[in-house]
């Protein structure tokens, strides 16, 4: 069964497309726990020539890399401790606000991850629209705002229980991805933009959790489409 990709469960013993961890894909260690595991839930960082930190969430720029998970305590604590500096045994500049940085581009990247899905027919938005999509069975990916009201959500949840289920973005950013002001309900269909979107949303989630997020979701008044 796929579980509920939300920002309150930070830590899961599966991941949080509710699969477990393919143990037998490449491992990386992170830098701030000391421990080896699979890349999923995992930051590359590499080192630009002026020796500041970069972030590469493609993991596809030259150089030598180093890990870091997705968390923003673990964030804050490699920062704080100097960890960076200390993996790549070099004196490093870090960017400032870092841990706010790496969220500002997981969702950016997400957002362009579904506007791709969109513009290549991959995505919809709209209860009803993504309701057909479901019961069709063709959906990889089930959305929902992080400001959706709950009745809305429930019924969706209820027609598709083993689907993964991203809820990491707010209206207003989730409505970027399909050129208006908000979007409340989405669909991917099964393929590799949607594995990308659950990926990059099992590392957001890991950096907005915390009071500071959670104040802003009971700020936002629920609502649905």
């Known amino acids: 069964m796929i579980a509920e990709m939300t920002t309150d469960e930070a830590e899961a013993p599966m991941g949080r497309g509710g699969r477990a961890r393919n143990r037998s894909g490449p491992e990386r260690r992170c830098i701030a726990t000391g421990e080896s595991g699979p890349t999923a839930r995992l930051i590359r960082f590499v080192l630009s020539p002026e020796n500041e930190v970069v972030p590469d969430l493609a993991r ?14 673990l964030v804050e604590k490699a920062v704080n401790k100097n960890l960076f500096a200390r993996a790549f045994r070099l004196p490093v500049r870090i960017p400032e ?3 706010d940085r790496l969220t500002e581009l ?30 069709a069975g063709v959906v990889g990916a089930l959305i929902t705002a992080t400001d959706a009201a709950a009745d809305g959500r429930g019924k969706l949840h209820r027609l598709a229980p083993d689907t993964a289920r991203i809820e990491v973005l707010d ?52 609502r649905d489409e």
């Not at 596809?60 to 305590?73: F, K």
């Not at 579904?114 to 919809?124: D, N, T, Y």
């Open 171 to 222: 209206g207003a950013e989730l409505g970027l991805a399909f050129g208006r002001d908000f979007a409340i309900h989405a669909a991917l269909d099964a393929g590799g933009i949607a594995d990308r979107a659950i990926g990059d949303a099992e590392r957001l989630a890991g950096l907005r959790t915390g009071d500071a997020f959670r104040a802003l979701r009971q700020a936002t008044a629920p």
């Open 97 to 99: 606000g870092l841990s």
């Open 106 to 135: 997981l969702v950016r990247r997400m957002i362009d991850t579904i506007s791709l899905a969109r513009k290549a027919g991959q995505a919809v938005t709209g209860f009803e629209k993504v309701r057909t999509r479901l019961e």
């Open 60 to 73: 596809r720029l030259p150089g030598r890399g180093v890990w870091l998970s997705a968390d923003r305590t």
